[in-house]
Nanobody, 118 residues
Framework: QVQLVESGGGLVQPGGSLRLSCAAS????????MGWYRQAPGKQREWIAT???????NYVDLVKGRFTISRDNAKNTVYLQMKSLEPEDTAVYYC????????????WGQGTQVTVSS
């Protein structure tokens, strides 16, 4: 079992930046690919980025160049640095942990709200 706790959301003006954090506990962090998803009101949850257990970073096209995912395995934490934020980035952001081999070991955090508005 993995527990995930996100933090760092809030209200930011268009063009601003935020850094989200997700602290993991309960299992071996290095066994998991760590991802960020988001869900805007009235929309389905969508994948944003993944930091794989072997250090690769992958992004959905619409955030490439604006968002950066990173992980600190010593701190069991994954980050999402977001810049040049747009109102369309407004959503609840969720952290995800997916075991590299056992597909049933897939865990979610409670989410953190990001609102981009002037």
């Amino acid at each position: 079992q993995v527990q995930l706790v996100e933090s760092g959301g809030g209200l930011v003006q268009p063009g601003g930046s935020l850094r989200l954090s997700c602290a993991a506990s309960g299992s071996i962090f290095n066994n998991y690919h760590m991802g960020w998803y988001r869900q805007a009101p009235g929309k389905q949850r969508e994948w944003i980025a993944t930091a794989t257990r072997d250090g690769a970073a992958n992004y959905v096209d619409l955030v490439k160049g604006r968002f950066t995912i990173s992980r600190d395995n010593a701190k069991n934490t994954v980050y999402l640095q977001m810049k040049s934020l747009e109102p369309e980035d407004t959503a609840v952001y969720y952290c995800n942990a997916k075991h590299w081999f056992i597909s049933s070991r897939n865990y979610w955090g409670q989410g953190t709200q990001v609102t981009v508005s002037s």
